[in-house]
């Protein structure tokens, strides 16, 4: 992936710190940032070492080439739309109406979580992923390309392009890939689907992305 350089990230919470973790074992730089200003990053910057640094949100998804959303869903309003135009976006949300409020249209199927952030960010290819894994099994589970058994995340988008890159950066940081559609078939990897949470490798991960049902 020589055109993707730097991973930005808006949200430093256990998913994003994860993926910022795997992403600098595969030699990216991360920009990471938060709701609470990268001051109160300088912790874990320090932590993850190297080719780690804060940043505002705007500044993650300037500098970043490719950039994960990882916030709670009701906050994605508060994305940077303008420095995220052209730019692959990987969402990791999830709803949940307890923390998120109700969402009508969420909760009559009319639309997913990846295609609210994709209809916030109109310029940008957002891709699904990260959703259906835990933090702590994402920084554990990677395996190299070719091992048997190899843990398989699913990966939705409606630009080709934009999802074989996420495919292919997936590959690097540990993990084969299923993709099974554009986002409006992102539903089949939500919570409460056969493939949300439990680890399966590639032909598991198909199976169950076939068997989800609405």
Same mark, same amino acid.
């Given at each position: 992936?020589?055109? #993707?350089?730097? %991973?930005? &990230? %808006?949200?430093?919470?256990? #998913?994003?710190?994860?993926?910022?973790k795997l992403?600098l074992?595969?030699g990216?730089?991360?920009?990471?940032? =938060?709701?609470?200003?990268?001051?109160?990053? &300088?912790?874990?910057?320090a932590?993850? /070492?190297?080719?780690?640094? @804060?940043?505002?949100?705007?500044?993650?998804?300037?500098?970043?080439?490719?950039?994960?959303?990882?916030?709670?869903?009701?906050? %994605?309003? &508060?994305? +940077?739309? $303008? *420095?995220?135009?052209?730019?692959?976006?990987?969402?990791? =949300?999830?709803?949940? +109406?307890g923390?998120?409020?109700?969402?009508a249209?969420?909760d009559?199927?009319?639309?997913?979580?990846?295609?609210l952030?994709?209809?916030h960010?109109?310029?940008?290819?957002?891709?699904k992923?990260? =959703?259906? %894994?835990?933090?702590?099994q994402l920084?554990?589970? !990677?395996? *190299? @390309?070719? &091992? *048997?058994?190899?843990?398989a995340?699913?990966?939705? /988008?409606d630009?080709?392009?934009?999802? @074989?890159?996420?495919?292919?950066?997936?590959?690097?940081?540990?993990?084969?890939? @299923?993709?099974?559609?554009?986002?409006?078939?992102?539903?089949?990897? $939500?919570? !409460?689907? *056969?493939?949300?949470? +439990?680890?399966?490798?590639?032909? !598991?991960?198909?199976?169950?992305?076939?068997?989800?049902?609405?």
């Open positions: 992936m020589d055109e #993707i350089k730097t %991973i930005g &990230t %808006i949200g430093a919470g256990h #998913i994003g710190t994860a993926v910022a992403a074992a595969a990216y730089d991360v920009v990471l940032s =938060n709701s609470r200003g990268p001051e109160t990053l &300088t912790d874990l910057v932590e993850l /070492g190297d080719g780690a640094s @804060a940043d505002t949100a705007i500044g993650a998804a300037t500098r970043g080439d490719l950039v994960v959303v990882t916030i709670p869903l009701h906050a %994605i309003d &508060t994305v +940077p739309v $303008e *420095p995220l135009a052209g730019k692959v976006v990987v969402d990791t =949300n999830n709803y949940y +109406p923390r998120d409020g109700q969402i249209e969420l009559d199927h009319s639309a997913t979580s990846a295609g952030l994709q209809r960010l109109p310029e940008s290819h957002v891709v992923a990260f =959703n259906h %894994i835990q933090a702590a920084e554990a589970d !990677g395996l *190299p @390309a070719g &091992t *048997p058994d190899r843990r995340l699913a990966v939705f /988008g630009d080709e392009d934009a999802v @074989a890159l996420v495919r292919r950066w997936l590959d690097e940081l540990g993990y084969d890939s @299923a993709n099974d559609g554009p986002l409006a078939e992102s539903w089949r990897i $939500e919570p !409460g689907t *056969p493939g949300y949470g +439990p680890r399966l490798d590639l032909a !598991g991960l198909s199976t169950a992305l076939s068997d989800a049902t609405r």
